[in-house]
């Protein structure tokens, strides 16, 4: 099923439920004055209805050796097809769905695949891991004489997923993750936008900067590791859940932080790639040092927290859909985990934050997509929020074009900028073919989904 039938069928269960969605219910939600009076009208609502009830008993996708068999017999028949990024994938599966002891034999499926396929360090790696677990005699055979096979070769792996990351030559004295080409200018009528600090030259990097956070599409889980988002075969997985996978220890590490939260709640937030219990972590977790890794952006939760959200201009289901989605946030978060007492929070501080977080991830969120190596076609990998990024301003002919190293934005001008011009990215889908046909649909979509009437230059003379 797809991300937006899922979140309709989702939205319609629970307006029919609890009777929320009507216009007067609206009309007082929005002058509700903080998050928290919202939520709680909204759960008064919410609390009798059976979807939100269900969702608050889900369990996390437990690990299970029967799925985990499935995943591995479905993995085999990809490899008699010749079908190796889906082998990939369903072997990984078997892996994240092993119950602990018992994914020696897993790993071994894997490791033939990645040393058959010339991945000979990723193999090793995998026989390594296979040998920690309990193993049966025929699984050790074999990971013995893999091990043999993959030794014999030491040259390297072929996967290279992306291109190193691009330089900015010349950094923004304040904004590090951008280049001194631009500035940030605040006017009344189109609020923060960039410019043209002088004139900028076409193809010339204006901004680098890492995602704050960001939430993998379903479809994209397992190839990919869920931290640094790099294309990866041998992905190790959460020893809790099959949810989360990571390319190594130490991006497993990385994520700790804040998986620790997302491990015990509901899968529904993930299926529907929202990010909110990320943001909100690292939000209570906003004292974090910030190191030299952190150079090429400012990881503060107090940037994000700028962001645009448009509430005063939001109705029906762009209202009423944040508020619901917060309270059973807040409620999953409170029955499973352990985040009030570990942050020591307050119930309505955690509720004003969820509802925050989940405000700004509607709106400002960028679809990561990467060129597939098999076929070449874009393919949507996560969800990310970055700070800086944001503040760029959309037009129908822009002047600059984003895309992505890993879970990095890159922006570059497209064509020559002169000095104290705006400089505009498209919010109407990057590397596709323009998915709006006429003018009226592209200015129907910007309004419907982020709350503007586009007066860009293609647009002007056209409609009002
Ligand atoms: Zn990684
Ligand atoms: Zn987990
Ligand atoms: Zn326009």
Not at 124 to 143: A, H, N, Y
Not at 199 to 227: R, W
Not at 369 to 379: H, L, M
């Amino acid at each position: 099923m797809s991300y937006s039938s899922k979140i309709e069928e989702l939205i319609e269960l629970l307006s029919q439920e609890s009777g929320l969605n009507t216009e007067s219910n609206h009309k007082y939600l929005k002058n509700l004055q903080h998050g928290f009076h919202k939520l709680n009208y909204a759960h008064e609502y919410l609390k009798d209805s059976p979807t939100f009830n269900k969702i608050l008993e889900e369990q996390k996708i437990r690990k299970s050796n029967k799925d985990s068999d499935k995943w591995r017999k479905k993995g085999t028949e990809y490899i008699q097809l010749q079908k190796h990024m889906d082998a990939f994938e369903c072997l990984t599966k078997s892996i994240a769905f092993a119950e602990n002891e018992n994914s020696s034999e897993a790993f071994a499926a894997r490791a033939k695949l990645l040393c058959d396929t010339g991945y000979f360090s990723a193999c090793l790696q995998d026989i390594d891991r296979g040998s920690k677990k309990q193993c049966s005699k025929t699984v050790q055979e074999s990971l013995a004489n893999l091990k043999e096979k993959a030794t014999k070769y030491e040259i390297p792996d072929h996967l290279v997923d992306f291109d190193p990351l691009p330089v900015i030559t010349d950094r923004n004295s304040t904004r590090r993750s951008a280049s001194s080409y631009i500035e940030l200018r605040t006017d009344e009528t189109v609020g923060r936008h960039i410019i043209a600090a002088k004139e900028i030259p076409a193809g010339e990097i204006l901004v680098v900067e890492k995602s704050f956070v960001h939430t993998m599409f379903p479809e994209s889980k397992y190839l990919h590791c869920h931290e640094c988002l790099k294309l990866c075969y041998n992905l190790i997985p959460c020893p809790q859940c099959a949810d989360a996978l990571y390319c190594s220890d130490n991006c497993k590490q990385q994520a700790e932080s804040y998986h620790k939260y997302e491990c015990d709640v509901s899968d529904l937030y993930g299926e529907l790639t929202i990010n909110f219990i990320k943001m909100v972590v690292k939000a209570l977790d906003d004292n974090s040092s910030t190191g030299p890794e952190e150079y090429y952006y400012k990881s503060r939760f107090t940037d994000i927290a700028t962001l645009v959200t448009n509430e005063e201009k939001r109705n029906g289901i762009n209202l009423y859909y944040p508020i619901m989605m917060a309270t059973i946030g807040f409620h999953d978060l409170k029955r499973k985990t352990t985040i009030l007492s570990d942050f020591n929070i307050s119930e309505n501080d955690l509720k004003n934050l969820i509802y925050e977080c989940i405000m700004i991830d509607s709106i400002n969120s960028f679809n990561i997509k990467k060129f597939s190596p098999v076929d070449g076609s874009a393919k949507m990998i996560a969800l990310g929020i970055y700070a800086f990024s944001s503040l760029f301003n959309h037009s129908c002919t822009p002047n600059c074009q984003y895309f992505f190293h890993g879970r990095n934005i890159v922006i570059r001008t497209t064509s020559n900028i002169e000095k104290g011009d705006e400089c505009n990215i498209t919010y109407c889908g990057n590397y596709s073919p323009h998915p709006m046909k006429t003018v009226e649909e592209r200015r129907n979509y910007l309004e419907d989904v982020f709350f503007f009437k586009c007066h860009c230059k293609a647009c002007v003379g056209v409609g009002n």
